[in-house]
């Protein structure tokens, strides 16, 4: 078995064109296409409301009940990239259920998340998760 030690990957055609083979070996994909570009763990619903963990992330803002909006330290080349939003709180038989409502671009550099229960009132979840997938600026 080998061990590759390095602080930096580049592409010998290109920079930025670090191709990878698949588990099987039939099929490549550059490797900055499959990583996250920014990441956020969040608490919203306790005393302390904060960002607990990120990547690629300036600020997270609490906005109002069940609204929230990340900012991005590094912007994305344009508003069409991926985004997967969650959120958990946690509940008990009176609480109804708790979704995500929006989580969408407004421009390359912020997102909002909101969440509500299943009547559509916005609610504060205890936790709020995003993970953003696309080409940095």
């Not at 070996?25 to 963990?53: C, D, F, H, I, P």
């Not at 609480?95 to 909002?112: A, F, R």
Request: some cysteine; overall charge negative.
């Amino acid at each position: 078995m080998s061990t590759v030690i390095t602080d930096k990957l580049t592409g010998k055609t290109a920079a930025g064109n670090v191709t990878i083979t698949s588990e099987g070996g039939s099929a490549t994909m550059q490797l900055q296409q499959g990583v996250a570009k920014a990441w956020l763990y969040a608490q919203q619903r306790t005393a302390t409301v904060e960002a607990k963990n990120s990547l690629n992330v300036s600020s997270w803002v609490d906005d109002t009940t069940g609204k929230s909006t990340t900012n991005l330290t590094n912007a994305m080349s344009n508003t069409y990239y991926n985004i997967l939003v969650s959120n958990s709180y946690d509940s008990d038989a009176t609480t109804g259920n708790v979704g995500c409502d929006e989580g969408w671009p407004i421009s390359s550099s912020q997102l909002k998340h909101n969440t509500h229960y299943s009547t559509a009132t916005y609610y504060d979840c205890d936790f709020v998760y995003n993970s953003i997938k696309g080409d940095l600026a």
